[in-house]
């Protein structure tokens, strides 16, 4: 039979999985290299992914109660049909300025939930919508941030050529999730005594 976890156990895995999204983020910025990005988006898979596994992050904030809201665009904007005919039958959330940790001008007036931005559309190719979360899941198992996978599924083979400043657009959003999880993370981990991801930090 396994054994449960303590809280504390897993507080500290939590610290640590920041600290890799954290210094990859860090990493990818000073260098340009899109490598520095493959854990970050295996460990934002292991706690916020619910499908087939428990999410770390959101599984702990539920524990203590912890509310994971930062701010979003609206997050009807892809499914809106005005911005459909603008944007075109394949559009994407890749704007570096979808998603913040604080509220930063007129657009990051509504406040989400990080389940709401997951399932969320972030993605949308033809017909078929895909979540924030499915965005994820596919980049990860798909793009080498949990597997390399031979084949790409139409809807990442559709935006996997676009690009702002040589960074991939399906990459761009997920660099913001990741943002926004670390600023959340740290305040989940400051409130019970966990200041610093680092010593250094």
Known sequence: MAIRKSQRDRFEELRQALVVIDEGLRATAATQEIAHLLPVIGQLRSLLVSSGQTPLLLDL??????PLEFYSIPLDFLDNEEIAEILGPTRIQWSGDSLRATPEGPPFHHEVTLAQWLSSTQLVVGQTKVSGEQLLKLVANKLGGAHYDPTLPPELASIIQFEIGGVPSQFIT???LAEVVVHLGRELLSQFGITRLTHDS
Request: glycine fraction near 0%.
């Open 61 to 66: 904030a539920t524990q203590v109660d912890f």
């Open 174 to 176: 997920l660099i913001r």
